[in-house]
């Protein structure tokens, strides 16, 4: 029996449904690690994760069994043996499961037990429960396998440890949220270790698939809790980890242990890679935007950029009667400082058109929200149009703050194919405006210095629709505001709960009335990358048309 062994944990970005080239970045993989006895690849890695419904097509299910089968063959060369998630049907069950290969065969299959059923996932309705898994053995090592959300209850783990495990390699798919690293390793990975006295392998995937975005961050504990490896965050990673055989069991080497991003770098990074993975793989050749002299839009070029590079990015000032002269400024100044390309488009004789083609029906009323938006509508057509004769995906740039409430026109400013900033509350945007001026991020490919004016910052928020608009008009101050939108949304308060917390009653009222009313607007915004437990769309999914008031 050996008393040494070396695990790679390849920490991957993965293409939902290119199965042939997730399976040629396995391979990739195997041959950077051919002086290692095992390499872990994330859950479901050969289809993609999540696939969601397309795992229901029984030609996918075919193709990766097929790629799998050749993936095993490929193991009859030199270099480790290789543990792979994929779907398998047994007995006409469609399975989320990870097959070890090795000596030109698949040599085992383990199936996931507990199957998560809460905000994002929904594998219940994908897949079947496998039983109770045993251990694999590789070099005559007794390895517990369980995938992802079998680590998040005890049984898995314990009944693989009473099997005779003597350590655990668990490949996941966890969606990055804010402040889910300490929960991982704190709540989750040491418990089962200790509960156990078995080390624990984490593996995760990283990059962005629509909505979701991961993290990576994969890691090491033993028995004792204790951290041996620590991967990064935010970046693709093959890296080898050494293990030895002790009197006491199996213990990981102390290897390197990287330090993660911090808030609300991480935030930003979420951003950056989930937009840039959802622009290359959809084949844009970039992202044109609205570039208003405000922090949103500005925020958003910021990330485009480093995203994507800045020859990528295409920002468009379109300016009405009520834009004033110091939001030309301040967009020109971010356009400069960020590199990006910069057109100035003026929407007065589109305005100008409108008002003529309605007047005859607008006849004996006065101007209101509808001439309002009209604005915001042009604009959206325009960018559009934009997009649709150049090929650029247009981005929105709405926060959360404003999405909550309903502070955005729809078919106007929320037109649009991605919007990184939409589970992003208003203060956030300016403490990740505020963190870029002093950073570049790790993973950026945008200048150094600061991007975004200072001017920028420090003005009173407006959507300079009429004469000396400002968002606090119509809008609590966004320090008020943001906090009673936590307690409403984040954490399902009632009325009387935020209310108790010092808020002024109608106030809260009013916002709860407001959230509920603009559900059926959020359910035609377009996409943008989960940050919080409690995203639109993915984990917060409200009917449109209901009574209830909590207060």
């Not at 390895?143 to 003597?166: K, M, N, S, T, Y």
């Not at 990330?303 to 834009?323: E, H, Q, Y």
């Not at 989960?530 to 209901?546: C, E, S, V």
């Amino acid at each position: 029996m050996p008393d040494t062994l070396k695990i790679a944990l390849a920490q991957l970005n993965q293409s939902v449904g290119d199965i042939p080239g997730n399976a040629q970045g396995v391979l990739a993989a195997r041959q950077r690690a051919r002086g290692t006895d095992l390499i872990v690849f994330p859950e479901l890695h050969l289809i993609g994760y999540p696939p969601e419904d397309l795992i229901l097509k029984p030609s996918l299910i075919e193709r990766a069994a097929a790629e799998l089968q050749k993936l095993a063959e490929a193991s009859a060369s030199d270099g480790p043996a290789m543990l792979v998630g994929s779907a398998f049907v047994l007995d006409g069950a469609l399975h989320n499961g990870v097959a070890l290969l090795d000596q030109g065969r698949i040599a085992a299959v383990r199936l996931k037990h507990e199957l998560p059923n809460y905000g994002t996932f929904d594998e219940m309705r994908l897949f079947q429960p496998g039983p109770l898994p045993e251990p694999v053995i590789v070099r005559g090592t007794m390895i517990g396998v369980p995938v992802c959300e079998d680590i998040w209850q005890p049984e898995v783990c314990r009944h693989l440890a009473d099997f005779g495990a003597e350590m655990f390699v668990c490949i996941n798919g966890s969606p990055y949220e804010i402040n889910k690293d300490a929960l991982r390793i704190e709540g989750v990975a040491k418990r089962r270790a200790v509960d156990t006295g078995l080390p624990l392998a984490y593996l995760n995937r990283v990059g962005g698939q629509d909505e979701l975005v991961f993290d990576g961050a994969s890691f090491v504990v033993n028995g004792d809790g204790a951290l041996a490896v620590q991967c990064r965050d935010w970046e693709e990673q093959v890296v080898e980890t050494a293990w030895t055989k002790t009197a006491q069991g199996w213990r990981c080497d102390r290897g390197t242990v990287e330090t993660l991003a911090t808030h609300p770098e991480d935030i930003y990074c979420a951003m950056v890679l989930s937009l840039r993975d959802y622009v290359n793989r959809n084949g844009f050749p970039g992202v044109v935007l609205g570039l208003s002299g405000g922090i949103d839009s500005a925020v958003c070029a910021a990330i485009a950029a480093d995203a994507l590079g800045p020859d990528r990015v295409w920002g468009v000032m379109m300016p009405s009667r009520f834009t004033s002269q110091e939001s030309l400024d301040d967009a020109a100044a971010c356009a400069g400082a960020l590199g990006i390309r910069y057109t100035v488009m003026p929407i007065g004789v589109a305005v100008d058109g409108f008002d003529a083609m309605l007047g005859e029906a607008f006849e004996g009323t006065n101007r209101d929200l509808a001439e309002e938006n009209l604005q915001s509508r042009i604009r959206g057509t325009a960018l559009m149009a934009l997009s649709n004769k150049f090929g650029p995906m247009l981005m929105t740039t709405g926060n959360k703050s404003e999405m909550s409430v309903g502070y955005a026109t729809i078919y106007g400013d929320m037109a649009g194919g991605y919007n990184p900033l939409k589970d992003a509350y208003k203060m956030t945007v300016f403490a990740i405006a505020r963190w870029r001026n002093r950073h570049v991020p790790r993973i950026g490919l945008g200048p150094a210095g600061p991007v975004i004016p200072e001017n920028v910052l420090t003005k009173p928020p407006t959507a300079e629709l009429r004469a000396d608009q400002r968002d606090s008009d119509s809008l609590p101050p966004y320090e008020v505001l943001d906090p009673i939108l936590l307690g409403l949304v984040e954490h399902d308060k009632s009325v009387e709960q935020v209310v108790a917390e010092g808020f002024d009653r109608q106030t809260v009222q009013r916002i709860e009335r407001l959230l509920h009313l603009a559900e059926y607007k959020r359910r035609q915004a377009p996409p943008g990358v989960k940050l919080t437990a409690r995203n639109f769309g993915r984990d917060r999914r409200y009917p449109i048309t209901h009574a209830f008031r909590s207060g």
